[in-house]
């Protein structure tokens, strides 16, 4: 059966960084595009960033871009987000999910399987 298993969450100061894995199982891994998304306390699901099946390319919401980088590991079935410069309101259980297909959607409904979530808290 598909699983997606995140790691590495934790607390940092503002300005900080945390690194995220997400260990993935019970398919191929390198014929699905994946990404992340996180939901605050007391909001919905928002997507953070994709990355293509092959990993040759990547997208990000517009408020992340050159903070947050995607990348994933073929040989060891696991997608990353290295977080930079964290703000308080990235504060946030953080999900990787399994797109429908090889593509990036920003569409969290497109995507068929999620993790257990991660919480990432961004506080002095």
């Known amino acids: 059966q598909v699983q997606l298993v995140e790691s590495g969450g934790g607390l940092a100061q503002p300005g900080g960084s945390l690194r995220l894995s997400c260990a993935a199982s019970?398919?191929?891994?390198?014929?699905?595009?994946m990404s992340w998304a996180r939901q605050a306390p007391g909001k919905g699901l928002e997507w953070v960033s994709g990355?293509?099946?092959?990993?040759?390319?990547?997208y990000y919401a517009d408020s992340l871009k050159g903070r947050f980088t995607i990348s994933r590991d073929k040989a060891k079935n696991t997608l990353y987000l290295q977080m930079n410069s964290l703000k308080p309101e990235d504060t946030a259980l953080y999900y990787c999910?399994?797109?429908?297909?090889?593509?990036?959607?920003?569409?969290?409904?497109?995507?068929?399987?999620w993790g257990q979530g991660n919480q990432i808290t961004a506080s002095s």
């Open positions: 999910g399994r797109s429908r297909g090889s593509w990036v959607n920003s569409d969290v409904h497109e995507y068929d399987y």
């Open positions: 019970g398919f191929t891994f390198s014929s699905y595009a």
């Open positions: 990355i293509y099946s092959d990993g040759s390319d990547t």
